[in-house]
């Protein structure tokens, strides 16, 4: 069974840092694409940061520079470095694991499964 | 980037409706659309991939159909347990933009 754990979260002031950390099992970790999604109170889904099996990393503009994302397949573990922490960062965030479609030589990875999500509050 | 527009934002439904959300592309994405279900305080659940691919172990009463900048999300025949937010994503190319979400609720 596919299971994602994400932990790291909590509240920080606005300008500081948090590292979320995301635990996979079930699956070959290594093999996968990961991403970061956020969910602000009460708002929709916002795509954060993806890294590739093959470490190709994407950011959403309204955190490059400020927020890092990376892997350790020896731990089948995921990260997100955050700095500079704004009170608009403050959301639920969930590690999503991406199953790729491959068209012709181009892979297409999507969310498939989801872990229960962090909460992250800054406060201002 | 691309913009993902979803129609209605909310849509009140009885058990045993058929219903259609519908979410629009600001360009084409070819058939690279996916639809999530997401109930309160939990994850959002993969339902439909590929725009018409039915994600294994989800109720064939849901359905996904269309393909460039136009999509649809039927659910043919309403369950209680149907009633949630419902997004569409595309994911043609980064940056991944989400719908703002479809809120269907209980007439």
């Known amino acids: ?29 290594s093999r996968y694409s990961m991403n970061w999604v956020r969910q602000a109170p009460g708002k929709g889904l916002e795509w954060v940061s993806s890294i590739t099996s093959s470490s190709y990393i994407y950011y ?18 995921l990260y997100l470095q955050m700095n500079s ?40 | 980037d691309i913009q993902m527009t979803q129609s209605p934002a909310t849509l009140s439904a ?11 592309a600001s360009q084409s994405i070819s058939s690279w659309l996916a639809w999530y279900q997401q109930k309160p305080g939990k994850a959002p659940k993969l339902l439909i991939y590929k ?20 999509f649809t999300l039927t659910i043919s025949s309403l369950q209680a347990d149907d009633f949630a937010t ?7 190319r980064y940056p991944y933009t989400f719908g703002q979400g479809t809120k269907l609720e209980i007439k």
Request: with cysteine.
């Open chain 1, 85 to 124: 922490l704004r009170a608009e960062d403050t959301a639920v965030y969930y590690c999503a694991r991406a199953r790729t479609y491959y068209d012709f030589l181009t892979g297409y990875p999507f969310p498939d499964y989801w872990g229960q999500g962090t909460l992250v509050t800054v406060s201002s």
């Open chain 2, 14 to 24: 009885s058990v045993g409706d058929r219903v259609t959300i519908t979410c629009r």
């Open chain 1, 60 to 77: 959403a503009d309204s955190v490059k520079g400020r927020f890092t994302i990376s892997r350790d397949n020896a731990k089948n573990s």
């Open chain 2, 86 to 92: 419902y997004y569409c994503q595309q994911y043609n």
């Open chain 1, 1 to 29: 069974e596919v299971q994602l754990v994400e932990s790291g979260g909590g509240l920080v002031k606005s300008g500081g840092s948090l590292r979320l950390s995301c635990a996979g099992s079930g699956f070959t970790f």
């Open chain 2, 51 to 70: 725009a018409s691919s039915l994600e294994s172990g989800v109720p064939s009463n849901f359905s996904g159909s269309g393909s460039g900048t136009e």
